[in-house]
């Protein structure tokens, strides 16, 4: 039975006597009273037959029972520190009692050998590395050097690749210079043609004047002989034959005049010839020479060509001369011939005169017409040459499409050779940078490294530090004893909070949670735990096993101690709850008193847990009851009562 429940009965005892006492002496009273001629007993209840009481109602509200039970301390966190390694302990710093926090040192073992080694492997890996380092150096010096090369056109084989596609490139602009210097040869050589046609054409106008003057001559000759004839004719009748002589001189004159005609045409078109002579020497200078000897022979044909022209200019010059004196011989020969009418004589002379004068111009006719001959053979010579000079022109264009074509075929190779030259290159750019990177790999010392660290580590397990902040419970070494990883060294305990392990029985396991708080008495000192762990299943006796952790120990609270622990066992929650106070019990079973108008009525209920004031009712009443709270001797069921 629980503390409350034994206070319980021992108070509802105590209520018990003091109401027989209670009885006892009012029966006393009531007999004295009776005895001194007082109202009796049946009188007083008559006239106070109503009971003044106080009423209230439930309420809902919480239950919670606490319990005591019997608990063991023992520690929070509690290590075992056992030597990572074998060997001889040199120093011990911590014995039993003592408080230590993490970290601390708590001894350490003989470590020359690995402190010797893990030196010798630093060392080693340092100067390995070092080395590693300068060749990374300079193969990266070379990669440097070598991309610089290349970007700044150093490289002997882009360079030579590159300085063959420029020469290939220039022999292919030469080769297009040369086609463009064919093509106007071409051209030149056309237009050379075309002046050589024209002054052909020209030579043959010339040549059909020339004619045209020999035919005027030989009229010229054959009116002088008329003349002459009519000269002697009238030399005896020289009255009657004189108008004769004269219309003969006009026909002579008309005649002259044609030939001067003729002959100025002739100069005109010698002058044309000149022109056209010129314009194609004029043209030559403009267009440039030919290629080849195509330039000399058309520079010759157009040098004869213009000494022609001069020529045939020259000699229309001499023509019109010759066609002027002519007609001035023939206007004499007119005077004459009328003078002749009074002068036979001198008509005669003068006849004759111009019969030699015509055999002159005929003879002067002959020579221009041969000259226009030879312009004309000389023309033909020209367009020939000229016909010539263009096959060979055409030759020369074709012979610089070849060149072009190779041109641009060595231009290609010297392409396909650059390419050649840069795969090349990038290939050694790639084996270099291999080097280097395979130099960069070289200088990862990552397995070295953990040699070492591992070294390092291994070190540090010489050094044995405590795991946690707490007491030395246990020390199981001695110094310059020899120890192992299965010896147990040290045994500390966390003292920063310890846990109290209780056990509860099943009506109160229900009733527990994680969180709750418990209260630990120990040697006086309470201390507050808040319950970190509840059992799953019963030990052998049927209990649960229950765990709270008390932060911040009192110094009492030593590991292994028995403690009192008081932790709620029962609870209900928003639950409907009376007075203890209100409660009666008849032959154990519970009852109370509510007011009903102005009766005060008897109600069995049914109860549950209480505390030191209060009890549940799980069933009997409903929120609206008025409870009776006040005690009374005569208060039962079907009493009146007033409630005051």
């Given at each position: 039975m629980s503390n409350n429940s034994k206070k319980k009965n021992n108070k509802i005892k105590i209520l018990a006597l003091t109401i027989a006492v209670a009885i006892i002496a009012g029966t006393i009273f009531v007999a004295a009273t009776a005895d001194n001629g007082e109202?009796?007993?049946?009188?007083?209840?008559?006239?106070?037959?109503?009971?003044?009481?106080?009423?209230?109602?439930?309420?809902?509200?919480?239950?919670?029972?606490?319990?005591?039970?019997?608990?063991?301390?023992?520690?929070?966190?509690?290590?075992?520190?056992?030597?990572k390694v074998s060997g001889e302990i040199v120093s011990i710093n911590f014995s039993v009692g003592d408080m230590v926090e993490a970290g601390d040192v708590l001894f350490e073992i003989d470590s020359e050998a690995v402190r010797s080694a893990l030196a010798q492997t630093r060392a080693a890996v340092t100067s390995a590395q070092a080395k590693a380092e300068q060749n990374l150096a300079i193969a990266e010096t070379n990669l440097d050097s070598f991309v610089y090369n290349i970007e700044h056109g150093h490289d002997i084989n882009v360079k030579s690749a590159s300085s063959s596609i420029d020469n290939a490139q220039a022999a292919l602009d030469a080769a297009m210079l040369t086609k463009n210097n064919a093509d106007v040869g071409v051209e030149a050589a056309v237009i050379a043609s075309s002046n050589a046609q024209i002054a052909q054409e020209n030579a043959i106008i010339s040549g059909s004047n020339a004619n045209i003057a020999l035919d005027g001559a030989l009229i010229s000759e054959k009116n002088a002989d008329i003349a002459a004839e009519n000269a002697q004719t009238t030399l005896n009748n020289a009255k009657e034959t004189a108008n004769i002589m004269v219309e003969n001189a006009l026909k002579a004159q008309d005649n002259a005049e044609k030939i001067l005609e003729n002959a100025q045409m002739a100069l005109q078109m010698a002058t044309i010839d000149?022109?056209?002579?010129?314009?194609?020497?004029?043209?030559?200078?403009?267009?440039?020479?030919?290629?080849?000897?195509?330039?000399?022979?058309?520079?010759?044909?157009?040098?004869?060509?213009?000494?022609?022209?001069?020529?045939?200019?020259?000699?229309?010059?001499?023509?019109?001369?010759?066609?002027?004196?002519?007609?001035?011989?023939?206007?004499?020969?007119?005077?004459?011939?009328?003078?002749?009418?009074?002068?036979?004589?001198?008509?005669?002379?003068?006849?004759?005169?111009?019969?030699?004068?015509?055999?002159?111009?005929i003879e002067q006719a002959k020579n221009a017409a041969a000259l226009s001959e030879l312009g004309e053979r000389q023309a033909q010579n020209a367009?020939?040459?000229?016909?010539?000079?263009?096959?060979?022109?055409?030759?020369?264009?074709?012979?610089?499409?070849?060149?072009?074509?190779?041109a641009k075929n060595n231009l290609d190779k010297a392409k396909d050779g650059y390419d050649t030259a840069v795969i090349m290159t990038n290939q050694q750019r790639?084996?270099?940078?291999?080097?280097?990177?395979?130099?960069?790999?070289?200088?990862?010392?990552?397995?070295?490294?953990?040699?070492?660290?591992?070294?390092?580590?291994?070190?540090?397990?010489?050094?044995?530090?405590?795991?946690?902040?707490?007491?030395?419970?246990?020390?199981?070494?001695?110094?310059?004893?020899?120890?192992?990883?299965?010896?147990?060294?040290?045994?500390?305990?966390?003292?920063?909070?310890?846990?109290?392990?209780?056990?509860?029985?099943?009506?109160?396991?229900?009733?527990?949670?994680?969180?709750?708080?418990?209260?630990v008495h120990s040697d006086g000192v309470d201390s507050e735990g808040v319950i970190t762990e509840i059992a799953t299943k019963v030990d052998s006796n049927g209990l649960f096993v229950i765990k709270a952790t008390v932060s911040n120990p009192p110094a009492g609270l030593y590991n292994g101690a028995t403690v009192r622990v008081f932790a709620n066992a029962q609870r209900a929650l928003n639950t409907t709850v009376v007075p203890l106070s209100v409660i009666k019990y008849d032959n154990g079973v519970p009852f109370l008193f509510i007011a009903e108008g102005n009766v005060a009525k008897k109600v069995l209920v049914e109860t549950g847990i209480f505390d030191r004031e209060n009890i549940q009712i799980l069933s009997g009443i409903e929120p609206t009851?008025?409870?009776?709270?006040?005690?009374?001797?005569?208060?039962?069921?079907?009493?009146?009562?007033?409630?005051?």
């Amino acid at each position: 039975m629980s503390n409350n429940s034994k206070k319980k009965n021992n108070k509802i005892k105590i209520l018990a006597l003091t109401i027989a006492v209670a009885i006892i002496a009012g029966t006393i009273f009531v007999a004295a009273t009776a005895d001194n001629g007082e109202p009796t007993v049946g009188e007083v209840e008559e006239v106070n037959r109503a009971v003044s009481v106080e009423t209230m109602t439930s309420h809902v509200g919480d239950i919670v029972v606490v319990s005591e039970y019997i608990g063991v301390v023992e520690p929070n966190h509690e290590v075992i520190v056992y030597p990572k390694v074998s060997g001889e302990i040199v120093s011990i710093n911590f014995s039993v009692g003592d408080m230590v926090e993490a970290g601390d040192v708590l001894f350490e073992i003989d470590s020359e050998a690995v402190r010797s080694a893990l030196a010798q492997t630093r060392a080693a890996v340092t100067s390995a590395q070092a080395k590693a380092e300068q060749n990374l150096a300079i193969a990266e010096t070379n990669l440097d050097s070598f991309v610089y090369n290349i970007e700044h056109g150093h490289d002997i084989n882009v360079k030579s690749a590159s300085s063959s596609i420029d020469n290939a490139q220039a022999a292919l602009d030469a080769a297009m210079l040369t086609k463009n210097n064919a093509d106007v040869g071409v051209e030149a050589a056309v237009i050379a043609s075309s002046n050589a046609q024209i002054a052909q054409e020209n030579a043959i106008i010339s040549g059909s004047n020339a004619n045209i003057a020999l035919d005027g001559a030989l009229i010229s000759e054959k009116n002088a002989d008329i003349a002459a004839e009519n000269a002697q004719t009238t030399l005896n009748n020289a009255k009657e034959t004189a108008n004769i002589m004269v219309e003969n001189a006009l026909k002579a004159q008309d005649n002259a005049e044609k030939i001067l005609e003729n002959a100025q045409m002739a100069l005109q078109m010698a002058t044309i010839d000149l022109r056209s002579t010129q314009v194609q020497w004029d043209n030559l200078l403009a267009f440039g020479a030919p290629v080849g000897a195509s330039f000399g022979q058309l520079q010759d044909s157009l040098t004869n060509a213009l000494k022609l022209a001069e020529f045939n200019v020259q000699a229309a010059e001499r023509g019109i001369e010759q066609a002027q004196n002519g007609l001035e011989a023939a206007k004499l020969g007119v005077e004459q011939a009328r003078i002749s009418a009074s002068l036979s004589d001198a008509g005669v002379k003068t006849a004759q005169n111009a019969v030699e004068a015509a055999e002159l111009g005929i003879e002067q006719a002959k020579n221009a017409a041969a000259l226009s001959e030879l312009g004309e053979r000389q023309a033909q010579n020209a367009s020939a040459q000229s016909e010539l000079n263009i096959e060979q022109a055409k030759i020369a264009v074709q012979s610089s499409e070849l060149g072009i074509e190779n041109a641009k075929n060595n231009l290609d190779k010297a392409k396909d050779g650059y390419d050649t030259a840069v795969i090349m290159t990038n290939q050694q750019r790639v084996s270099i940078e291999a080097q280097v990177e395979m130099a960069r790999l070289n200088t990862n010392f990552e397995d070295q490294q953990i040699a070492i660290q591992k070294l390092a580590d291994d070190l540090e397990k010489f050094s044995v530090s405590s795991p946690i902040r707490g007491l030395v419970e246990a020390r199981n070494i001695e110094l310059f004893n020899m120890v192992s990883p299965q010896v147990a060294a040290f045994t500390i305990s966390d003292k920063d909070s310890m846990t109290v392990a209780f056990k509860i029985p099943k009506s109160a396991y229900t009733h527990t949670v994680l969180g709750d708080k418990v209260t630990v008495h120990s040697d006086g000192v309470d201390s507050e735990g808040v319950i970190t762990e509840i059992a799953t299943k019963v030990d052998s006796n049927g209990l649960f096993v229950i765990k709270a952790t008390v932060s911040n120990p009192p110094a009492g609270l030593y590991n292994g101690a028995t403690v009192r622990v008081f932790a709620n066992a029962q609870r209900a929650l928003n639950t409907t709850v009376v007075p203890l106070s209100v409660i009666k019990y008849d032959n154990g079973v519970p009852f109370l008193f509510i007011a009903e108008g102005n009766v005060a009525k008897k109600v069995l209920v049914e109860t549950g847990i209480f505390d030191r004031e209060n009890i549940q009712i799980l069933s009997g009443i409903e929120p609206t009851d008025k409870i009776i709270k006040t005690w009374s001797a005569r208060l039962e069921d079907g009493v009146e009562i007033i409630d005051s």
